[in-house]
């Protein structure tokens, strides 16, 4: 009989459950560390599209996703007077379902439980060894088939596996924050749209997450201090746009602000250690598809392994070959939209370009039906 390969995870987020939930599934062993005391995600709200939709189907959360999940009618851009700029619809075939983070959280954790992931909390890891092993904050080492660094932006695991890597920063960030969602907020357009305002100095995304809760990401310059600080300057925030005024008025002290960043490394593995979601590939959020990205590229890793049966090094080789091409196009369309952000009307971004990795049918997803 052989013995069943098993696998050693740094980070609890998308990434990690992705790629835990498919190993187990096709029958490896799995382990997660997770830095944090629990297993829980931070943030307000989140898109998925239809080729994330696809994974969370065969990781078997997508009907949890779904249940409590928003679909928004269209995609609308408004100006500060109020006036409708630009209108898309997705169809059937490309849905874009928008979410709290913890509600695609807990339907992914869930969904690795079933399939039977081990978790250990409080487990820092600072190192990966690319003969395969994890090196722990308390000094105990993890030995593994395949080790993988989910360990997000600011990974350890990459620090450590000394990978070549082109940083790039933006000149803009997003505060995110869920705010009540109340009947009747908006009047003069359907207030199930995900709606883009756009003013001369800010942005704020209006984004229905549920029957109760609205998500905004504002968007500002990260050098304009003044609307870049939490709390959020409500007078400033309303002043730019005043229809939102009486929804801005319901934040709190909550928010968080973020810059945008990408990071591109010229492989994606060494040895028998891998780098998936944002320890690999962080984007700027202009697309909705860096977590879309991170369950797209864990699971093909898990099928990728599966076919390459003992040869670790070159299954995750050819994962590498297979994936890599879509995930520097969305990092390369996302970076762009920030770019393009100073002096745009918010014309309608979503073209064929844009709209090629939300088409996508990811690897390990062909023939099934949602
Ligand atoms: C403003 C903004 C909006 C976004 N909107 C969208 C969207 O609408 N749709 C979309 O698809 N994507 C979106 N993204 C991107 C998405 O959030 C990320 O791509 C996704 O969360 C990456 O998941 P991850 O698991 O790789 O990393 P993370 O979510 O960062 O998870 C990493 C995990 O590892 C743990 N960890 C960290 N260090 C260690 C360590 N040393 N040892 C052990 N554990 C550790 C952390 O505690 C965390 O649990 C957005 C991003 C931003 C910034």
């Known amino acids: 009989m052989t013995k069943r390969k098993h696998v050693e995870i740094a980070g609890g987020g998308f ?27 931070f943030g307000a709200g989140i898109f998925i599209w239809e080729n994330g939709l696809r994974v969370l189907k065969v990781l078997g959360a997508f009907e949890a996703v779904i249940s409590g999940a928003h679909r928004a009618p269209g995609y609308e851009g408004r100006n500060t007077e109020d006036q409708r700029i630009s209108y898309h619809t997705f169809g059937d075939e490309c849905r874009m379902l928008t979410m709290t ?6 339907a992914m954790f869930a969904a690795a439980q079933t399939a039977g992931v081990d978790f250990e909390t409080n487990s820092e890891i600072v190192a990966a060894d690319p003969a395969g092993r994890l090196v722990g904050a308390n000094g105990r080492t993890y030995q593994a088939d395949l080790v993988v660094g ?15 890597k082109e940083r790039t920063t933006f000149t803009h960030g997003v505060i995110r924050l869920l705010v009540e969602r109340r009947h009747r907020d908006l009047v003069s357009t359907n207030p199930d749209n995900v709606i883009n305002y756009w003013g001369p100095r800010l942005k704020v995304l209006y984004v229905p997450c549920n029957a109760d809760e609205l998500y905004l990401a504002m968007m500002v310059r990260k ?20 229809v939102l005024a009486h929804i801005i008025e319901r934040i709190g002290d909550q928010g968080r602000f973020d810059t945008y960043e990408t990071t591109k490394l ?19 959020p202009t697309l909705g598809q860096g977590a879309g990205c991170a369950i797209m590229n864990a ?19 050819v994962w590498d070959q297979r994936e890599r091409p879509l995930t520097d196009h969305t990092q390369a369309v996302s ?4 770019r393009a952000r100073a002096g745009s009307d918010g014309a ?23």
């Not at 990690?16 to 997770?34: D, N, P, V, Y």
């Not at 695991?157 to 070549?164: E, M």
């Not at 050098?223 to 005043?242: G, L, Q």
């Open 299 to 317: 699971l093909g890793m898990a099928v990728a392994l599966d076919e390459a049966g003992d040869d670790i090094e070159g299954g995750l080789r």
């Open 348 to 370: 309608n971004k979503w073209d064929a370009t844009a709209m090629r990795t939300a088409r996508h049918i990811p690897t390990g997803t062909a023939g099934i039906t949602l």
């Open 266 to 284: 010229d492989r994606m593995s060494v040895g028998r250690a891998a780098l998936v979601g944002d320890s690999a590939h962080p984007m700027p």
């Open 101 to 106: 983070r913890q509600h695609l959280y807990s």
């Open 15 to 41: 990434a990690g459950l992705a790629t835990a939930t498919a190993f187990r599934q096709r029958g490896w062993t799995a382990r997660i560390h997770e830095a944090a005391p629990e297993l829980r995600t």
């Open 223 to 242: 050098d304009d201090t003044e609307v870049t600080a939490i709390p959020v300057r409500k007078d400033i925030w309303s002043t730019e746009f005043p």
């Open 150 to 164: 989910a360990d997000g932006v600011n990974s350890k695991v990459r620090g450590s596996l000394g990978v070549a």
């Open 335 to 338: 970076g762009k939209y920030v």
